[in-house]
């Protein structure tokens, strides 16, 4: 016997559904649109209590002081806190990173752009991405143990913590999102391009060179930029393998100390609240965040000069 259909219970049924549909989309936006107020929120809320801090820390500690002074001695009577030396680790541990990390993830991106086959690119891209997903701690033993008793094979006079080792490791960490970025930007370079400029005579290396690279500049200038930034932003691996020493020095081969490395220590230590070295902390993140902030800006900036849209 067959069933019997009501068409009133079906159009109750499909106006619930339209009810409940334009429920749903009345509400979604206001929905997202209280994830993103959150989002800017914690942000305005971590720059207020990083600038609030700071400001204490000024009352004490001259600013002039704290930029130019190439002493970081914050424990004792006479303290000193000069910010030099965490802006020298800092910037030599992130340059010696970019310095691995910048050829060999513009290499790789090429290889899997231009010469690989689709089916080896599916193979290789996932395993380099694997490198992504380590844990920095383990990046930091890594550079501890393995790489600086390397290099003292090699690097006469190198020191058990140094900051050449993180330097070293770091830029092997950042290799898959240079790697990755610069790949995506080129393979969005439409095909047209190159197989114009291969009609036109020129050589799958001269095409390369000459055309995609050149098209795609914009988000490879992005990705070496964002990279300085995690380079910046970098945590374990300089606090395990770099030290705490706070020398203001060149040289690579001696123990030295980041930012980052430096609000480690004073957040494990035993900082009373309210104190000089107490603020400090805040200051040298506030210090970090500013930097990183330019280091985006400039990413954004160049994205949005050299973009090619097609």
């Not at 002074?69 to 030599?92: C, E, R, Y």
């Not at 689709?118 to 930091?140: C, M, Q, S």
């Not at 930007?185 to 291969?198: K, Y």
């Not at 040289?251 to 070295?277: F, H, K, N």
């Amino acid at each position: 016997m067959e069933k019997t259909v009501n068409v009133r219970e079906i159009i109750k049924k499909n106006k619930n559904t339209m009810n409940f549909t334009r429920v749903s989309e009345k509400m979604m936006p206001k929905i997202l649109l209280g994830i993103a107020i959150i989002s800017i929120l914690t942000t305005i809320g971590i720059i207020i209590t990083l600038l609030a801090e700071t400001i204490e820390f000024f009352n004490d500690v001259s600013f002039i002081e704290f930029f130019t002074g190439t002493v970081l001695k914050p424990l004792g009577d006479n303290a000193q806190f000069g910010v030099l030396p965490l802006l020298t680790g800092t910037i030599i541990s992130s340059t010696i990173a970019m310095f691995v990390a910048i050829p060999i993830g513009l290499m790789t991106a090429i290889f899997l752009s231009e010469y690989a086959s689709e089916k080896l690119r599916r193979t290789l891209k996932p395993i380099l991405e694997v490198l992504a997903g380590i844990p920095t701690i383990v990046y930091g033993f890594f550079a501890f143990t393995f790489v600086t008793p390397l290099l003292q094979k090699i690097v006469p006079g190198l020191e058990s913590t140094n900051i050449l080792s993180p330097g070293i490791v770091m830029g092997i960490m950042i290799i898959p999102m240079i790697a990755s970025l610069s790949e995506d930007a080129m393979s969005s370079v439409p095909n047209a391009m190159r197989e114009g400029a291969l009609g036109l005579g020129s050589t799958k290396l001269e095409v390369t060179w000459k055309v995609v690279i050149p098209a795609a500049m914009s988000g490879i200038v992005a990705s070496f930029v964002l990279g300085i930034s995690r380079a910046i932003g970098e945590t374990m691996i300089v606090t395990i393998a770099s030290g705490s020493s706070k020398n203001f020095t060149f040289d690579v081969t001696q123990s030295m100390q980041t930012m980052t490395a430096y609000i480690v220590e004073v957040t494990g230590g035993e900082a009373p609240a309210g104190s000089t070295l107490y603020y400090s902390l805040y200051a040298v993140a506030m210090t970090l965040f500013v930097f990183t902030l330019i280091m985006n800006l400039i990413a954004q900036y160049i994205s949005r000069k050299f973009r090619e849209e097609y």
